[in-house]
């Protein structure tokens, strides 16, 4: 699967395809060894008891700010009448690579909306590992098993 938006900085890479799932996530050296091999880090919403992974029920552009090597994409479900806008990037001096979620709701009802962030792989070991973000109480859960 092709990738829209790759982002680096000489020593770690993400690259990201058209569903915005994570991809290929390479560390301590580029193409050295891509830590998802491929698999998807992917990004689910839940708002008002109704649950959707970013796939084909929603509208996805994905583009870079102009002049930058930063991400500036968003999702919209109209089904559940929720936009996502989505910045990425790589820290150019640390081996950080950073992602800021803006949750809108296109809805005219007050809605309670969370999201999910799936990594099925990690550098070779088959986890399965779940954060869990609840954005009103500012705290962030993580879940992993196997190995």
Partial sequence: MPREIVLGNGRLTVAIDNKLNIRDFSYPEEGLENHAKGHPFRIAVWTDGAFSWIGDEWDVNSRYLPDTLVSKCSAINQKLKIELKINDTVY???????????????????????????????????????????????????????K
């Avoid at 800021?100 to 969370?114: F, P, Q």
């Avoid at 799936?118 to 962030?140: D, E, F, P, V, W």
């Fill in 92 to 146: 150019s001096f640390l081996d950080l690579f950073l992602r800021r979620i803006l949750v809108t709701n296109l809805s005219e009802k007050t809605a309670k909306s969370e999201s999910f962030f799936l990594t099925y792989r990690y550098s070779g070991y088959s986890i399965i590992k779940t954060n869990y973000r609840h954005h009103k109480k500012g705290y962030q859960k993580n879940y992993a098993t196997g």
